[in-house]
């Protein structure tokens, strides 16, 4: 079992950046593929980026390619996102996620693929 525990979250303006961290428990971080969802008010969790276990593998919603980078420090058993060029609508509480993963390789997009959750870091982005 891993808790997860999420933090960087602020207000910024548009066109700022921010990282989140995600700290976990445990000493079998490694063996875990990680993922950020967020949620805005009203809204689904949507999917925003994953990491294999062993990072060699990432993957990203369309929506913030080429603006988040997610990484992983497993020694420092923490996943990172780090997100450039912040927009209002990226505007929601952030969760980091894991899971045990079939494969090195294997990142995963949807919720129901995640055993474990973190509690959220809220994200405001201003125009």
């Known amino acids: 079992q891993v808790q997860l525990v999420e933090s960087g979250g602020g207000l910024v303006q548009a066109g700022g950046s921010l990282r989140l961290s995600c700290a976990a428990s445990?000493?079998?971080?490694?063996?875990?593929?990680m993922g950020w969802f967020r949620q805005a008010p009203g809204k689904e969790r949507e999917f925003v980026a994953a990491?294999?276990?062993?990072?060699?593998?990432?993957t990203y919603a369309d929506s913030v390619k080429g603006r988040f980078t997610i990484s992983r420090d497993n020694a420092r058993v923490t996943v990172y996102l780090q997100m450039n060029n912040l927009k209002p609508e990226d505007t929601a509480l952030y969760y980091c996620?894991?899971?045990?993963?079939?494969?090195?390789?294997?990142?995963?997009?949807?919720?129901?693929?995640?055993?474990?959750w973190g509690q959220g870091t809220q994200v405001t982005v201003s125009s």
């Open positions: 445990g000493r079998t971080f490694s063996s875990y593929a």
């Open positions: 996620a894991a899971n045990t993963p079939l494969r090195n390789t294997d990142v995963y997009y949807n919720t129901d693929h995640y055993n474990y």
């Open positions: 990491i294999s276990r062993s990072g060699g593998t990432t």
